[in-house]
């Protein structure tokens, strides 16, 4: 059985760091086309703000992380990362890992392409 599972997430202070991770389970990360970071906040759309395509390495970042988040792997520990510099309070939200099984060569990373799906780990960031 496939299994994602987010940890990391929990209150932070602004300007501060935190490092999410998602480890699989029941599938190697490598076998992945593309993972990704997603987040979604109250009354709000859920977002990718990061993508990882597994086979080059390419990334994607929203620009409202881009130059404060870095989405990275670890094949040995079959685990995704995000680790958040400086964030603010307007990234408080619940953070969801995301992978598609096939490659993915559009620039729209929606929901629906991604076939499995963490949990959730919620990031709540004071100011």
């Known amino acids: 059985q496939v299994q994602l599972v987010e940890s990391g997430g929990g209150s932070v202070q602004a300007g501060g760091s935190l490092t999410l991770s998602c480890a699989a389970s029941?599938?190697?990360?490598?076998?992945?086309?593309?993972m990704a970071w997603f987040r979604q906040a109250p009354g709000k759309e859920r977002e990718v703000i990061a993508t990882?395509?597994?086979?080059?390495?390419?990334?994607y970042y929203s620009d409202a992380v881009k130059g404060r988040f870095t989405i990275s792997r670890d094949n040995a520990k079959n685990t995704l990362y995000l680790q958040m510099n400086n964030p603010k309070p307007e990234d408080t939200a619940m953070y969801y890992c995301?992978?598609?099984?096939?490659?993915?060569?559009?620039?729209?990373?929606?929901?629906?392409?991604?076939?499995?799906w963490g949990q959730g780990t919620q990031v709540t960031v004071s100011s």
């Open positions: 990882l395509h597994t086979g080059g390495g390419s990334t």
């Open positions: 995301a992978a598609r099984s096939l490659g993915y060569f559009g620039n729209s990373f929606r929901p629906a392409i991604f076939n499995n």
């Open positions: 029941g599938v190697t990360i490598s076998s992945y086309g593309v």
